[in-house]
């Protein structure tokens, strides 16, 4: 088996048989060095947050779920693929609430009081279709400017 279309020598490949060149530069440690520690400090960043990405969907599961009137150890039996959002967790707690023996509280809306009494004055004084024709048919009728300034501000009928 010899090779006689052989166009490159054998010498040529010494020089990386030489321990000498396989050698380090101080430039090369350097480097290598530098790219470890930066690949520490990376795997320190990701576990550190990591750990804040936890610890802020457990406050966020823990206070949709007192919001909702469930405890808050039930956090612990919601899976990670379920966003943190109020919208996922609802939806999971509806899914899961028989389970659990859990009956979800709905937010009871309380009657603003200031505000129905200003729907009440408005609509006692309003004016109904009925009114307005009869409105419309006084101001044809009015003779002159003084009927209608003393219609607008009589009391309704």
């Given at each position: 088996m010899?090779?006689?279309n052989?166009d490159?020598?054998?010498d040529e490949f010494?020089?990386?048989?030489d321990?000498?060149?396989?050698?380090?530069?101080d430039l090369?440690?350097?480097?290598?060095?530098?790219?470890?520690?930066?690949?520490?400090r990376?795997?320190?960043?990701?576990?550190e947050l990591?750990?804040?990405?936890?610890?802020?969907?457990?406050n966020?599961?823990k206070s949709?779920?007192?919001?909702k009137g469930?405890n808050?150890?039930v956090?612990s039996f919601?899976?990670?693929?379920?966003e943190?959002?109020?919208e996922?967790?609802?939806q999971?707690?509806n899914d899961?609430?028989?389970v659990?023996g859990?009956?979800?509280?709905?937010k009871e809306v309380?009657p603003?009081l200031s505000?129905?009494?200003?729907?009440?004055?408005?609509?006692?004084?309003?004016v109904?279709?009925d009114k307005?024709d009869?409105i419309?048919?006084?101001?044809s009728?009015a003779?002159?400017a003084d009927?209608?300034?003393?219609?607008?501000y009589s009391?309704?009928?």
């Open positions: 010899s090779n006689k052989q490159w020598n054998d010494d020089e990386f048989d321990d000498q060149s396989y050698s380090e530069t090369v440690k350097k480097l290598r060095k530098a790219e470890r520690a930066k690949e520490k990376i795997k320190e960043l990701e576990s990591n750990g804040v990405r936890s610890t802020q969907r457990e966020a599961i949709v779920l007192s919001e469930v808050p150890k956090a919601i899976p990670s693929d379920v943190a959002s109020a996922a967790i609802d999971w707690l899961y609430a028989d659990f859990v009956k979800l509280q709905d309380a603003d505000t129905l009494r200003q729907i009440d004055a408005i609509t006692a004084n309003a109904t279709p307005v009869d419309m048919s006084r101001i009728q003779q002159n009927e209608i300034i003393d219609m607008i009391t309704p009928s």
